[in-house]
């Protein structure tokens, strides 16, 4: 992803973006994303898999949940997560889109 990011700056840096190459760009990037969403949302969280989740999520998150506010602990998350999928019942998440990038940049 840090190698996609940079060549996507060095040719916007350079001025050699065509269109052509930054759509290219932008398909890799949307791939990624999409891949990456699957892994945390459709394994980890709507599975369960504890271990796809720790693989994914950071040590140093910050995460915002309306219910109980500003989520700044690793730990705390696990144990949240390890909660949700204790519970009698499954609370899962579905992605409606894959529309991430501004229709210009495609």
Same mark, same amino acid.
């Given at each position: 992803m840090k190698i996609l990011i940079t060549t996507l700056m060095a040719y916007l840096i350079t001025g050699h973006a065509s269109a052509t190459s930054l759509q290219a760009v932008n398909e890799k990037l949307n791939e990624e994303i999409q891949d990456m969403d699957n892994q945390l949302f459709n394994i980890g969280f709507n599975q369960c898999d504890i *271990? $796809?989740? @720790?693989?994914i999520i950071s040590e140093d998150i910050e995460f915002y949940? $309306?219910? =109980? *506010?500003?989520? =700044?602990? /690793?730990? @705390?998350?696990?144990n949240s997560f390890e909660d949700k999928c204790? @519970?009698? /019942?499954d609370v899962t998440r579905q992605l409606v889109s894959y529309e991430f990038?501004?229709?210009s940049a495609r």
């Open positions: *271990g $796809v989740w @720790k693989d949940d $309306v219910r =109980t *506010g500003l989520n =700044t602990s /690793f730990e @705390k998350e696990i204790s @519970k009698p /019942f990038l501004h229709p």
